[in-house]
């Protein structure tokens, strides 16, 4: 079964708000990617952490990996519409190559 | 670019049929995945493919089996299609990972397949 938890599953946002989505693993991960999936796409990815408490940014959004490598959070300041999507984390299990995914946090811009 | 193409974005059949989910990447990528996405589930991997010939199952093979004679072109097969098989099927490749540096996935654009 699943074993990264992704919160929460839904965030509606006015636009310039921010948005944090978080994930967890109930194993040590190797490392974690994140991917973003746009209305009616396919994932796309955006960064991977491998670092013990590396942080990583990519203008408004700030990814971070937690210290025991079993947590990761994906945070955007200032939301905009071209945010709108579901994003996901994945993290490779550090017993084999595969990579273990977050049901995914669907981001709502509020009208 | 890397490209990721699948045989169909749309694809109904019936319950019992044989069906052929085709994928084909054109970036000598050595890793191939094929996934299922549900809402509320995430990705869920069914099968993959490390080497032409090679594959491993993943987490829910159960009613799938797969096909990689080429390295550019991985297969997913329903060999008896079942309603619970309707689902968003996403094929993905990427380089050779190794635990110190994995490499991103790729995906095609998607197959929604519908068993009525």
């Known amino acids: 079964g699943q074993q990264v938890m992704q919160i929460p599953q839904y965030q509606h946002v006015q636009e310039g708000e921010d948005f944090t989505t978080y994930c967890n693993s109930s194993t040590t991960l190797s490392n974690i990617q994140w991917y973003k999936q746009r209305p009616g796409g396919h994932p796309v990815f955006l960064i991977q952490l491998v670092k013990s408490g590396e942080v990583k940014k990519q203008k408004r959004l700030t990814f971070q990996f937690g210290e025991a490598k079993k947590n990761s959070s994906l945070h955007i300041t200032a939301t905009q519409t071209t945010d709108v999507g579901t994003y996901f984390c994945a993290g490779h299990r550090v017993s084999n190559y595969q990579l273990i995914w977050g049901a995914g946090t669907k981001l709502i811009i509020k009208p | 670019d890397v490209k990721v193409t699948q045989s169909s974005r749309y694809l109904v059949k019936r319950t019992g049929e044989k069906v052929f989910l085709e994928c084909v990447q054109d970036?000598?990528?050595?890793?191939m995945f094929w996934y299922r996405q549900d809402p509320g589930l995430g990705l869920r991997l069914i099968y993959f493919?490390?080497?032409?010939?090679?594959?491993e199952k993943g987490d829910i093979p159960e009613g799938y089996s797969v096909s990689r004679e080429k390295k550019e072109r991985f297969s997913l097969i329903l060999e008896s299609a079942s309603t619970n098989q309707t689902s968003m099927y996403l094929c993905a490749s990427s380089l050779w990972a190794s635990r110190q540096a994995p490499y991103e996935q790729y995906f095609g654009p998607g197959t929604r397949l519908t068993v009525t």
């Open positions: 493919s490390y080497d032409v010939k090679m594959k």
């Open positions: 970036m000598d990528h050595e890793n």
